[in-house]
């Protein structure tokens, strides 16, 4: 099944607050961060409110789940379940709450994890909220050449030293944004390698099932072969 976010964006979850409902329960809001990869789309939220037992069951199903398919890497930890009226201890609450966001940060990390039915189904129904785009001013040139003649009308007319030209040296060196650019890029290999692990792990599995099913009917065929010359040479 698909996941609720698409390949090309960036996710982040966070939990940022606990509320006490009025039906003597806490409600944890989870907060799922999307920032698309094209400058052209606005970042935005998926805002939604659960309750701390529909956030267990759905980390027990994970948990089991990453259990079956022998997957590497130790899951995280989870609180335990506490006596009813200890889940409003703000003790209690900020415990599950850091637990939960890095329990969720963790299931988007991996392919198999997020694309599990009880994900898929837990994370319906979402509030959609856009963030603004981030306004910057826009250079004037004239500002600009008049600072530049300013600062020219300052500088006393002497013989200035001459200095080593390092044009060279500078073309190798990258601005902020070309290495942030850099490093998003491996980032983004890195989790396609650990995708297609996945998918090539899924695949196995399911050949292994196919190959396990194979050997079952050629054996049940063998034996009835088996049965059959057996009852031929008797009354031949």
């Known amino acids: 099944m698909a996941s609720i976010t698409k390949d090309d964006e960036l996710c982040s979850f966070d939990v940022p607050e606990a509320v006490r409902s009025s039906y003597s329960y806490v409600n944890y809001k989870i907060v799922l961060q999307i920032t698309p990869k094209e400058l052209t789309e606005n970042s935005y939220q998926l805002v ?3 309750r701390y037992s529909d956030i267990r069951k759905l980390y027990e199903t994970l948990h089991r789940y990453h259990q079956a398919v022998y ?4 899951f995280p930890d989870f609180p335990g379940k506490e006596r009813f009226l200890e889940r409003y201890d703000p003790v209690v609450v900020e415990e599950r709450r850091i637990a939960t966001k890095n ?3 963790y299931v988007l990390q991996h392919l198999y994890l997020r694309t599990h039915d009880a994900y ?3 994370f319906q129904k979402g509030e959609k909220v856009l963030l603004p785009d981030v306004e910057t001013a826009i ?3 004239e500002i600009i ?6 600062i020219q009308e300052n500088i006393p007319n002497e013989s200035l030293p ?3 030209d390092d044009s060279k040296k500078d073309e190798l060196l990258l601005t902020t944004d070309e290495e942030e650019q850099i490093e998003q890029v491996s980032t983004n290999c890195a989790q396609i390698l650990e995708d297609l692990n996945d998918i090539q792990f899924e695949q196995q599995e399911e050949i292994n099932k196919e190959q396990e099913e194979f050997n079952l009917v050629k054996q049940e065929v063998d034996e009835a072969a088996g049965s059959f010359c057996f009852f ?3 009354f031949l």
Do not use: A, C, T
Request: hydrophobic share 35%.
């Open 139 to 141: 250079l004037q040139p």
């Open 48 to 50: 939604y409110w659960k």
């Open 145 to 150: 050449n008049s600072q530049v003649k300013n």
């Open 162 to 164: 001459i200095l080593p």
């Open 232 to 234: 031929n040479s008797i």
């Open 103 to 105: 329990f969720l940060n």
């Open 71 to 74: 997957r590497p890497g130790k």
């Open 120 to 122: 898929i189904e837990f």
